[in-house]
């Protein structure tokens, strides 16, 4: 089997590169070829992946090249995890929302929107280029905003799935509150890519025992801690939101906040020039610890349980990805792309059967989705008028004189990646 890791000298890749070397009777990989332009970044990775791989006995083969055609030519599955613009482009993404008093990230908001308009064209030419050389070969999309690449990606007709790695995060921290093994736990995950809640902790499966009441009764504090949002928060709701919701539900608290501190990204630029170092280290030949600060948790362990239930014959899986909606969530239409629990093959995933969401859920999750249908109109077709509907279509934005505001900047600071800007 072989596989392609575009974005390959990212510095999360030793974390995706210990999870194969792990799971390599899950996923038998016979050759890994990491893909990136950034050849110095990519040769100190690369080599730190063949220690690792020679560490713990995995018979394969690391190649790296910045050739894409020739990277993915014949690939079984293609993952992607590329960043359009770097960190400099993140940093942008998280400074100038502030401006207009809005909340600066680089998936929600104005900045998630500047990352879909700089990323999806890239992508799909990716995506076409694979198509060319290896129709077969399946697209494993990690790249953010992942709802809406993966949406661009399953319209023009690639055999993808989007990815991420929030739902494994959870049921790996539910599990170990609860005292269970992981594969007892199955999470009904409900909503969009960065916009979920945990509706139901079952055990065993589907079907099994719901013990989110127990889990918010007597672990409650410790789960809205880690979300950073008030215990009261999830007591009203009754279910666990995603992280991400802080954004949507304290978000003039976060604005302030980051306005008084320095950004994610000027964390995490220090954060890679310290691993950079550290992987060129020969004597380096596991994953250092200080990766785990650096975000992408159990996104390994995702990754492989996902490449190997589209490309092995053991029969299904039960995972949550991005695919279409198709019915799943009925005030939504079938073309949106949904982050559900879903059956998992070698035909692609299909989403089980979930709660429907209270309209205090689904009312936001049809804004959001709205929304993405228009940021990916935008990223197909540029203009500054579908940016700006866009934002206003937002539901953090939502205002004439703020989305007006916040087109300006968008453009000024992306002029580099937006030829039609």
Sequence with gaps: ?????????????????????????????????????????????????????????????????????????????????????????????ETWPLECGCVGQETTGAGGLAKALRTVPVV????????????DAWIIDFTNPVGIVTR?????????VGLCNVAIGLQRKFAALLDLAPADIHLDHVGLNH?????????????????????LATH??????????????????GVVPSYYLRYF?????????????PSRAAEVAAMERQLLALYGDPALDEKPALLAKRGG????????????????????????????????????P??????????????????????????????????VSAYEDLALDAALRGGRERVFDALLAHPLIGQFDLAEGLTDRLLAHNKEHLPWA
């Design 249 to 261: 539900y304290s978000h003039d608290e976060v604005v302030r906040e980051l306005g008084t501190k």
């Design 124 to 135: 799909l030419d990716i995506a076409e280029r694979v198509r060319r050389t290896n129709p």
């Design 1 to 93: 089997m072989k596989l392609a890791v575009v974005g390959g000298g990212s510095t999360y890749t030793p974390e995706l590169i210990d999870g194969f070397a792990r799971l390599r009777d899950t996923l038998p990989v016979a050759e890994l070829v990491l893909i990136d332009p950034a050849t110095e970044r990519l040769e100190l990775i690369g080599g730190l992946a063949r220690r690792i791989f020679a560490r713990q006995g995995h018979p394969g083969r690391v190649t790296t090249t910045s050739d894409l055609d020739a990277g993915v030519a014949g690939a079984d599955a293609v993952l992607l995890q590329l960043r359009i613009g770097g960190q400099a482009a993140r940093l942008r993404d």
């Design 334 to 367: 079938d073309d949106a792309v949904i982050e559900v629990p879903a059956r998992v093959d070698g035909s692609g995933a299909v989403p089980l059967t979930v709660p429907r969401p209270a309209p205090l859920f689904s009312g936001l999750i049809a804004h």
């Design 152 to 160: 661009a990606l399953l319209r023009a007709g690639h055999k993808a």
């Design 220 to 237: 409650g504090e410790a789960v809205a801690e880690d979300l950073r949002l008030p215990r009261a928060v999830l007591d009203r709701l």
């Design 297 to 332: 948790a159990f996104y390994s362990e995702a990754a492989v349980d996902l490449a190997a239930s589209l490309l092995g014959d053991g029969g299904p899986t039960v995972q949550v990805v991005n695919t279409y909606n198709n019915g799943t969530l009925p005030f939504l």
């Design 195 to 215: 916009l979920t809640w945990e509706m139901g902790v079952r055990r065993g499966g589907p079907d099994g025992a719901d013990l989110l009441p127990e889990l």
